[in-house]
């Protein structure tokens, strides 16, 4: 798998670097204990940063998961949200949301993600995102929380895939493009 890295975007010192400086982030932020801070994975990417995240934030942290889809089978986003597996919760409104995602791209899905959940009653929706790709931007958003600003390539490794594949590589790497050209 290594062999279809073109380069490496991200180290495993880098990543954890981001990692910890976005929890201290978080931990100031949500300094006030007696609110309910949930945080929302959004399946699969973001597993893994949400993991190690989470093990940096000193105050108390509730999890839950959440599978939400605009990609078909190729690389590019289809613009359709699909929720495939859905936050079902009778406290909503006792919860300040914090939703983790791996990577922001078009932005729609975070951007429908967040409105979603505040329409469901949720007390606060805020959203962090290990990588931020700004130049695909189709909606106007921007992440509350954000660990780098990536250019316009094809990124695996740290969670984030090609046809499940890369997840497991411990740094982000820029994918060759024959890769996912054939």
């Known amino acids: ?4 890295i073109k380069e490496v975007l991200f180290s495993e010192s880098e990543i954890d670097a981001m990692t910890t400086r976005i929890a201290e982030q978080i931990d100031r932020d949500y300094a ?3 609110k309910r801070l949930l945080l929302l994975c959004i399946l699969k990417g973001s597993v893994v940063f949400m993991s190690d995240l989470m093990k940096k934030i000193k105050r108390p942290v509730e999890i839950d998961f ?8 190729g690389t590019e986003t289809t613009g ?28 729609k899905t ?14 606060s929706v805020n959203t962090c995102t290990l990588l931020d790709k700004p130049s695909r931007r189709q909606v106007d958003f921007q992440a509350t929380y954000t660990g780098a600003e990536i250019p316009d390539e ?6 984030l895939d090609y046809a499940e594949l890369y997840r497991t590589l411990p740094y982000v790497g820029i994918l060759k493009p024959e890769v996912y050209n054939k």
Not at 1 to 4: F, L
Not at 66 to 73: E, F, L, P
Request: aromatic letters at 8%; charged letters at 25%.
């Open 1 to 4: 798998m290594t062999n279809d």
């Open 66 to 73: 959440m599978k939400v889809s605009s990609y078909g089978a």
């Open 110 to 123: 975070l951007s429908y993600l967040v409105d979603y959940l505040k329409l469901g009653g949720a007390r």
């Open 80 to 107: 359709k949200i699909n929720i495939i597996l859905d936050l079902h919760r009778a406290d909503l409104s006792e919860l300040d949301i914090l939703v983790v995602e791996d990577i922001i791209d078009s932005g």
């Open 32 to 34: 006030d204990r007696s």
């Open 154 to 159: 094809f990124v695996v490794g740290y969670g």
